[in-house]
């Protein structure tokens, strides 16, 4: 790659338009769940399994749940609701946090920091 394609590449990378929405963290061992709001839903999974493998991930219960298990082969992602992008950023935040609420309460869930 040269360096002018690595430019367009890291361009096109920060244009690009991320999904923003609600998701739920599942263990099939246990039938635990965490729901968590992200304003790009497309890397959440890899930001949360990167701390979780390093033990660095803030939420307790989680981390000790992966420690307990097979790490990554018992969890799973679930997008559960994602949000349109013509919203204001400061609405969409506020949105997430009551969205996240409302799905935490729904399924019994712990929430995910």
């Not at 790659?1 to 244009?15: D, G, N, Q």
């Not at 609600?22 to 965490?34: A, E, F, I, K, N």
């Amino acid at each position: 790659m040269t360096p002018e394609e690595k430019r367009l590449a890291v361009a096109a990378y920060k244009r690009r338009e991320a999904p923003a929405g609600v998701y739920v963290v599942r263990h099939t061992g246990s039938d635990r769940c965490w729901v968590g709001a992200s304003p790009d839903l497309d890397a959440v999974w890899n930001r949360i399994a990167f701390m979780l493998r390093l033990n660095g991930h803030p939420c307790a219960s989680l981390q000790a749940a992966w420690h307990a298990s097979d790490g990554e082969a018992t969890f799973g992602l679930e997008i559960l609701e994602i949000f349109a992008d013509e919203d204001p950023a400061y609405v969409r935040r506020r949105r997430l946090k009551e969205r996240r609420a409302a799905w935490r309460d729904a399924l019994g869930a712990e929430e995910l920091v």
